[in-house]
């Protein structure tokens, strides 16, 4: 953080919680647990900032927290930044939120393509192998956008993907002018892969 403001950069870091945190933020805490417990709602989310000091910093800083209570209890989790304006649901959600789920699609093209298998004796094919895996992740992603947003598999991972869209058997028929597949009369996606296949298809003249 020292060095951001060193160099004129805003940051946003996620923060460990204490029981100092806890405590200055406990008003709104008790406030959102209790109109979740009146209005019996399964949960509800509120936001809370605060200014916080540990004993390693140079200076007070914004802390912001969001706030969940559910039946099961709170969850509070806290981020420190350096951007002054904007609302604490803003820097959590807007700001802190977007870089959680960019290591999100990272964690897929990695873990899930595999794309950092570089396991080929050549440096030159282990350069290759990224750019296969980045054509395999954006024909998944191009995939999955193509499923309807109600449907459960629209915000599923790849691997699931790949498993109830992909590996599929089915008889291939091949004709003058199309490619017709042939699934088995129990597949449970059969309506979805036809929705699919038609979202996908080019638009004609």
Not at 98 to 111: F, M, S, T
Not at 172 to 183: D, G, I, K, P, Y
Request: hydrophobic share 45%; glycine share 4%; charged share 25%.
């Amino acid at each position: 953080m020292e060095w951001c403001d060193e160099n004129d950069i805003d940051f946003v870091f996620g923060l460990p919680g204490n029981a100092v945190l806890d405590r200055l933020v406990d008003a709104t805490a008790d406030d959102i647990r209790t109109r979740r417990a009146l209005d019996q709602m399964p949960c509800l989310r509120g936001f809370a900032e605060t200014s916080y000091r540990a004993k390693s910093w140079n200076t007070d800083r914004r802390a912001c927290a969001r706030i969940e209570a559910t039946a099961k209890g709170l969850d509070i989790r806290f981020v420190v930044t350096s951007i002054e304006i904007g609302s604490a649901e803003h820097i959590y959600e807007t700001l802190y939120c977007a870089r959680g789920q960019a290591e999100n699609l990272i964690k897929l093209h990695k873990a899930q393509l595999a794309s950092d298998r570089t396991s080929c004796r050549s440096p030159l094919a282990n350069q290759m192998r990224p750019i296969l895996h980045t054509a395999a992740y954006w024909l998944m992603l191009t995939l999955r956008d193509a499923i309807p947003k109600a449907h459960a598999l629209a915000t599923a991972e790849f691997n699931t993907i790949r498993l109830r869209l992909l590996k599929l058997g089915a008889r291939v028929v091949e004709m003058a002018s199309r490619v017709r597949l042939a699934f088995a009369a129990a597949c449970p996606d059969a309506t979805l892969i036809r929705h699919i296949a038609a979202a996908l298809m080019p638009t004609g003249p």
